[in-house]
């Protein structure tokens, strides 16, 4: 039994903010570091950022370092996106993804994904 599941998506305008929740497996949380990703239409998957399993450390991309801000909650069995300073070069569906064998950035390197949650910032 393994599965994520992102909610929060939305519309935002430039400059707002907007948080993103991704749901786990509690059989499996404790276990893996989280890391959010991101695919804009007609683009590649891309790393947003990461969160240790205790959450202690803390990884961004350097488009999102700044605005961004991931935290976890391990007695809830989720992670969270924070979103600030929203651009419309953010506008893509979000991913939350799961990685239990070590630390990563990497998309291949994930072990499991959600279905993902779309955000779009436009005026």
């Known amino acids: 039994q393994v599965q994520l599941v992102e909610s929060g998506g939305g519309l935002a305008q430039p400059g707002g903010s907007l948080r993103l929740t991704c749901a786990a497996s509690?059989?499996?949380?404790?276990?893996?570091?989280m890391g959010w990703f991101r695919q804009a239409p007609g683009k590649e998957r891309e790393f947003v950022g990461a969160?240790?399993?205790?959450?202690?450390?803390?990884y961004y991309a350097d488009s999102v370092k700044g605005r961004f801000t991931i935290s976890r909650d391990n007695a809830k069995n989720m992670v969270y996106l924070q979103m600030d300073s929203l651009k419309p070069e953010d506008t893509a569906v979000y991913y939350c993804?799961?990685?239990?064998?070590?630390?990563?950035?990497?998309?291949?390197?994930?072990?499991?994904w959600g279905k993902g949650t779309l955000v779009t910032v436009s005026s």
């Open positions: 993804a799961a990685d239990l064998r070590g630390w990563s950035t990497r998309v291949g390197d994930m072990d499991h």
């Open positions: 969160i240790s399993r205790s959450g202690a450390n803390l």
């Open positions: 509690e059989t499996i949380f404790s276990f893996a570091s």
